[in-house]
């Protein structure tokens, strides 16, 4: 069983539509990332947290230390979304050493 | 422009060569790291380092090497000890458990 479990690992959304990507790890963490890499490789941080909630647009990432579980929600999906959506858990004192989950395919069709 | 380069994008090797990717950061990053992502996979450290003149194992660092004599560089090394180093290979850096900002990548072929 993976450190870093996400779920769906694929989805396929009509634009507008609300999406939930979710992951859950199963070892203690400095704070979780939430990622986006791009078709043609290039990858994006979108949110490191360690408690609560963050915001930045249309993005909102969410973690439930107790629940080891985060959530990341697209609200008014876009075709320019598509693609995918990594989780990692920071382990170690700084939190640098990071462990990824196979990420999210994300589509989202106009 | 702040940012973090790779060099080359595409590189193609016949085996048993050694060969050298490039990472360059102007961010004043204390941190890098090396990642390899393989199809279907989750990314996987190879090697990462804190600060000048020090770096640590990953998870997956037996068949490579690196080196960080300057702040914004470090290289990674794949050698001929790596069984199959086809893949592609992500640059990133950091200030230390923050968030990471990652290179464009380079994609190793062994032919």
């Known amino acids: 069983k993976n450190e870093v479990e996400q779920s769906p690992q694929n989805l396929t959304a009509q634009e507008g539509e609300f999406i939930t990507i979710n992951c859950s790890y199963s070892?203690?963490?400095?704070?979780l990332h939430w990622l986006q890499q791009h078709p043609g490789g290039g990858i994006v941080s979108l949110f490191m947290?360690?408690?609560g909630k963050k915001k930045h647009g249309r993005l909102i990432a969410t973690i439930n230390i107790q629940e080891k579980h985060s959530s990341l929600h697209i609200t008014a999906s876009h075709p320019r979304d598509s693609a995918v959506y990594i989780c990692a858990v920071g382990v170690g004192g700084s939190g640098s050493r990071l462990t990824f989950g196979e990420g999210t395919q994300l589509t989202v069709n106009p | 422009d702040g940012g973090i380069t790779q060099s080359p994008k595409y590189l193609f090797r016949k085996e048993g060569q050694n060969v050298t990717l490039s990472c360059e950061q102007n961010?004043?990053?204390?941190?890098m790291y090396w990642y390899r992502q393989d199809p279907g996979q989750g990314l996987r450290l190879i090697y990462y380092?804190?600060?000048?003149?020090?770096?640590q194992k990953g998870d997956i660092a037996e068949g490579y090497s690196v080196s960080r004599e300057k702040k914004e560089s470090f290289p990674l090394t794949v050698t001929s000890a790596q069984k199959n180093p086809t893949a592609f290979y992500l640059c990133?850096?950091?200030?230390?458990?923050?968030?990471?900002?990652f290179g464009p990548g380079t994609r190793l072929t062994v032919l």
């Open positions: 070892v203690g963490i400095s704070a």
């Open positions: 990133a850096s950091s200030t230390p458990g923050r968030l990471q900002f």
């Open positions: 947290l360690s408690s």
């Open positions: 380092s804190q600060i000048v003149n020090d770096f």
């Open positions: 961010l004043n990053h204390d941190a």
